[in-house]
T-cell receptor, first 110, second 114 residues
Framework: TQLLEQSPQFLSIQEGENLTVYCNSS?????LQWYRQEPGEGPVLLVT?????EVKKLKRLTFQFGDARKDSSLHITAAQPGDTGLYLC??????????FGKGNQVVVIP | DVKVTQSSRYLVKRTGEKVFLECVQD?????MFWYRQDPGLGLRLIYF???????EKGDIPEGYSVSREKKERFSLILESASTNQTSMYLC?????????????FGPGTRLTVT
């Protein structure tokens, strides 16, 4: 099993602040995905990063894939209460399987 | 709108009962997956299927079996439920090819075994 470590495990911030969460592994992945899961729902894909060093933006969310394709970060600018959720990173490791990290629980306080 | 549905949102069963969790997808996806999600442990793959009647063990298959008789339906079976199988169960589906391998998840079934 490929291991993905996410940090911090829990983060609580005020509305309007910025935050960054991290996903790290000792393994190289051909691609990494970020999902967001809201209470009582299944995870929903936010983005896939494929190329080392790649940066993708989704409105106020910025995703970066490390040069060595072992790590990724998610930066949220001016967080909103709607950004509250569990952010999961996942690495594709062949045979159509994804390895998931344990998640970053983000709470944005109005 | 793509959809993965699970037969129950909440389920309470007794120890030793046989439990069936059903998952249906309407996207003609080849791959289907069963995960369980526990606090502090994240999502762990139980079984997946890449075609009808085909299955592969995931990371934690013990105590579980699966069935895929039709492309759109993937069932998870707990032969004899135990209290340590109390968990949130998530079903997902994806295409085999196409690059992103996005997994589409159902809303989950919260199973309690008493």
């Amino acid at each position: 099993t490929q291991l993905l470590e996410q940090s911090p495990q829990f983060l609580s911030i005020q509305e309007g602040e910025n935050l960054t969460v991290y996903c790290n592994s000792s393994s190289v992945f051909s691609s990494l995905q970020w999902y967001r899961q809201e209470p009582g729902e299944g995870p929903v894909l936010l983005v896939t990063v494929v190329t080392g060093g790649e940066v993708k933006k989704l409105k106020r969310l910025t995703f970066q894939f490390g040069d060595a394709r072992k790590d990724s970060s998610l930066h949220i600018t001016a967080a909103q209460p709607g950004d509250t959720g569990l952010y999961l990173c996942a690495g594709f490791y062949g045979n159509n399987r994804l390895a998931f990290g344990k998640g970053n629980q983000v709470v944005v306080i109005p | 709108d793509v959809k993965v549905t699970q037969s129950s949102r909440y389920l309470v069963k007794r120890t030793g009962e046989k439990v069936f969790l059903e998952c249906v997808q309407d996207m003609d996806h080849e791959n289907m997956f069963w995960y369980r999600q526990d606090p502090g442990l994240g999502l762990r793959l139980i079984y997946f299927s890449y075609d009808v009647k085909m299955k592969e063990k995931g990371d934690i298959p013990e105590g579980y079996s699966v069935s895929r008789e039709k492309k759109e339906r993937f069932s998870l079976i707990l032969e004899s439920a135990s209290t340590n199988q109390t968990s949130m169960y998530l079903c997902a589906s994806s295409l085999t090819s196409g690059g992103d391998y996005e997994q589409y998840f159902g809303p989950g079934t919260r199973l309690t075994v008493t």
